[in-house]
């Protein structure tokens, strides 16, 4: 069955700290992989996508990694901000011609003054 | 408009009673899907549209769940004979074509009493 499973469920930093989130997944065929960042009572936004063949994507202070190998994608999100508090989500595409998208759970931060 | 808009935001219905979920998507985007999201999980696909065609239905959980976008533009998801296992936010997302970035909705909050 395919899934998308992300680590850890929550998370409490303080502000200013970095934090590396887990997406591991078992979709196959692959075609790409997305982060969101979702606010609370707010639709997801896409912070970045990779294909197969991309390693490293980087938006402003977040930067995702992908191994298409080991079936594993991180998020890294540098000197966080009070506002980087949301569930950021990892999504991913089959490579199979259709159009459906497997989400994660999300992984909640929360960021501390 | 600006972005992805969706009404109602909230929805209480009685079990049994039939509803109906608009979405109104970004000017010119061609693709439009729906995603159900129960608390504290990641959105999942319910279906897809390319224009005012369904290509994919596959993620709609019974014959209850029946989504049109008739002149392509403006979408309306109905549940019919709600039952309380289908409270959730369901979200709605445009983008120019299937593989490009989605935009969200804020989404609708249903729930069964």
């Known amino acids: 069955k395919n899934q998308v499973e992300q680590s850890p469920q929550s998370l409490i930093i303080l502000e200013g700290k970095n934090c590396t989130l887990q997406?591991?997944?078992?979709?196959?065929?692959?075609?790409?992989l997305r982060w969101y960042k979702q606010d609370t009572g707010r639709g997801p936004v896409s912070l970045t996508i990779?294909?197969?063949?991309?390693n490293t994507k980087s938006n402003g202070r977040y930067t995702a990694t992908l191994d298409a190998d080991t079936k594993q994608s991180s998020l890294h999100i540098t000197a966080s901000q009070l506002s980087d508090s949301a569930s950021y989500i990892c999504?991913?595409?089959?490579?199979?011609?259709?159009?459906?998208?497997?989400f994660g759970a999300g992984t909640r931060l929360f960021v501390k003054a | 408009g600006a972005g992805v808009s969706q009404s109602p935001r909230y929805k209480v219905a009685k079990r049994g009673q039939d509803v109906a979920l608009r979405c109104d998507p970004i000017?010119?985007?061609?693709?439009l899907f729906w995603y159900q999201q129960a608390l504290g999980q990641g959105p999942e696909f319910l279906t897809y549209?390319?224009?005012?065609?369904?290509?994919?239905k596959s993620g709609l959980p019974s014959d209850r769940f029946f989504a049109e976008r008739p002149e392509g533009s403006v979408s309306t998801l109905k549940i019919q004979r709600t039952q309380q296992e289908d409270s959730a936010v369901y979200l709605c997302?445009?983008?120019?074509?299937?593989?490009?970035?989605?935009?969200f909705g804020p989404g609708t909050r249903l729930l069964v009493l």
């Open positions: 999504v991913v595409k089959a490579g199979t011609g259709g159009f459906k998208t497997i």
């Open positions: 990779m294909t197969f063949s991309e």
């Open positions: 000017s010119g985007h061609v693709s």
């Open positions: 997406c591991n997944y078992t979709v196959s065929p692959f075609s790409n």
């Open positions: 549209f390319q224009n005012e065609a369904q290509l994919d």
């Open positions: 997302a445009s983008s120019l074509g299937a593989e490009e970035t989605q935009y």
